[in-house]
């Protein structure tokens, strides 16, 4: 039996705590190889001479460069963590490998207090969850897209949670474009389109430039219609999150342009501006695209009604998008049909695309974490 268990605690200094809690052959090996490996690690004791049951070894991640770090494992973290696998009475036959980094801090009481206070709660964190072989399933596809790691500070967001507002940059106008970005509300809810006309205007690499305003979801338009592969990479390394390709490509081509985007982890929309059965189509396709976008052309308004979809959103499908003459009051009828509501000039030709946009938001609901605590950890209790 092998279990693994992690724990980070801690605020100015910080307990990074990653284990192996096992029985059997398995372990005694994988243990043993780890005592005598070079630089050595360390058996966990309460003091000289009283190491502590079940057996726990001691590995620090990082090469120890000072006095002080030598002195800080053997004393603070060395007692946090025997104190932590003393206080937790675990049956004896187990053995526990636990690594931890070790700071290069002056040595103060205060800070020997916080480096045993600190790793005795993340040793004794990581067993807890090695036992109960937490995060679940459920939790990790619950936290996938709103974690956010705190070396990195965004989001990855994946469509996970509709309806969304999808902001189309029509606009060939960089001027524009910075205006409407700099108005938009941060919201969950929001996803940005570099529109055909913007890209054909400043290429691919405008996507770049748009996040360096508003580091969001954001969606190439670049209706494909050749050259499936190649223009999904290319949008890929401009860091786009999506690419559209256009309903009316020759079949290899959107095949071709799906698969690319399901290499590269990126999402797919199928535009239909123009198809005449856009289902018919996606039915059709031995791939099929994340988001099917049914698509009134700007050059047919007027002429030619708004394109509507009678089923249900969700029914074991894709996403489901709308674009082409999405006013204001119809957002709360369409929100019921649709999962992505796509909204041009009506935002990016306002006096106040700002208003315009928080308008459409808080008619879809509220943000993912608007309701939720900063550190939500269900550990289950013992």
Not at 205 to 212: A, K, L, P, T
Not at 289 to 310: N, Q, T, W
Request: proline share 6%; aromatic share 6%; glycine share 8%.
């Amino acid at each position: 039996m092998l279990k693994f268990g992690e724990a980070v605690l801690g605020r100015d200094i910080v307990a990074i705590v990653n284990l192996v809690i096992g029985r059997g052959e398995k372990i005694d090996t994988v243990f043993s190889n780890a005592l005598t490996r070079v630089p050595t690690p360390i058996l966990a004791n309460l003091r000289d001479n009283l190491i502590v049951k079940p057996l726990t070894l001691v590995v620090p991640r990082n090469t120890l460069t000072s006095d002080i770090q030598c002195n800080l494992l053997h004393g603070p973290i060395q007692y946090g963590v025997a104190k932590a696998v003393a206080d937790l009475e675990l049956e004896e036959d187990l053995k526990l490998i636990v690594t931890v980094s070790v700071p290069d801090v002056p040595y103060t009481l205060l800070n020997r207090r916080k480096l045993f206070h600190y790793y005795y709660g993340a040793t004794r964190l990581a067993i807890k969850r090695a036992l109960d072989d937490y995060p679940s399933r459920e939790k990790i596809r619950k936290e996938k897209y709103r974690a956010i790691h705190p070396l990195v500070g965004f989001r990855d967001i994946r469509l996970e949670r509709p309806p969304y507002l999808q902001v189309a940059l029509d606009i060939p106008s960089m001027e524009n474009v910075e205006y409407v970005l700099e108005s938009l509300p941060p919201s969950d809810r929001i996803i940005v389109e570099a529109g055909t006309p913007l890209i054909k205007k400043y290429g691919i690499d405008v996507v770049e430039r748009i996040r360096e305003i508003y580091d969001g979801f954001i969606v190439a338009d670049l209706k494909t219609l050749d050259t499936g592969r190649v223009e999904v990479r290319m949008a890929f390394e401009s860091t786009a999150n999506a690419v559209i390709l256009s309903g009316t490509a020759p079949r290899e081509t959107i095949l071709k342009g799906i698969h690319e985007c399901e290499r590269c982890g990126i999402i797919s929309y199928l535009d239909t501006i123009n198809v005449s059965d856009p289902f018919g189509l996606y039915h059709s396709l031995k791939l099929k695209p994340d988001v099917l976008l049914l698509h009134r052309a700007i050059d047919e308004e007027g002429k030619v009604p708004m394109r509507e979809y009678s089923g249900v959103k969700g029914e074991r499908g894709p996403l489901l998008g709308i674009a082409g003459g999405v006013t204001l009051d119809r957002i709360e009828e369409l929100k019921e049909k649709y999962d992505i509501i796509v909204v041009g000039r009506g935002i990016t030709r306002s006096r106040d695309p700002g208003r315009v946009a928080r308008a459409i938001i808080n008619k879809l609901g509220e943000d993912i974490d608007q309701y939720r605590l900063e550190e939500d950890e269900d550990v289950p209790l013992r």
